[in-house]
């Protein structure tokens, strides 16, 4: 059983120019961002002198916050909803696998993906795909 922490960041430009109001929105990047707090266990598949296999299941804790624009000809709103001002949280539960090749006595090369879903909402939130390296006391 591990603790873990996972963020990500998505962005987007936003252009919106309207004919016949003086509202305009040009090259404007708009963020979301999610922070995963997480517990999850993990287990080998398989391995051999020089490769491994491992796999991940969890669950998260999920805060987030976001960046949004409604723009229309009846005029222009701005927000940024997160934790503090509008209690955004969800919880749900994440599956992954990885790979790793052994480089040297003590360290793996890999690469780690996870699909997250949340449970509290049901729709999947994340894929991720991550390099890793680990050391091997």
């Known amino acids: 059983m591990f603790f873990g922490y996972a963020r990500s960041i998505n ?3 936003i ?10 929105v040009e090259y404007f ?4 961002t999610n922070n995963f707090y997480q517990l999850l266990f993990e287990q ?3 391995s051999s002198s020089k490769h491994q296999f491992n796999s991940s299941t969890g669950l998260f804790y999920l805060r987030m916050s976001q960046q949004e624009i ?6 222009l709103g701005l927000e940024e909803r997160n934790f503090k001002n509008s209690r955004l949280e ?17 360290f793996y090369l890999g690469i780690k993906s996870r699909v997250y879903y949340v449970i509290s909402a049901n729709y999947f939130e994340a894929v ?6 680990s050391y091997v006391f």
């Open 29 to 32: 990047t708009i963020r979301h």
């Open 70 to 75: 409604d723009a229309s000809i009846f005029g």
């Open 90 to 106: 969800e919880g749900g539960t994440f599956l992954g696998i990885q790979y790793q090749a052994k480089i040297d006595n003590h």
């Open 11 to 13: 962005s987007r430009i």
């Open 15 to 24: 252009n919106f120019t309207p004919v016949n109001i003086p509202i305009y």
């Open 44 to 46: 080998r598949l398989g």
């Open 128 to 133: 991720a795909l991550t390099p890793t390296l």
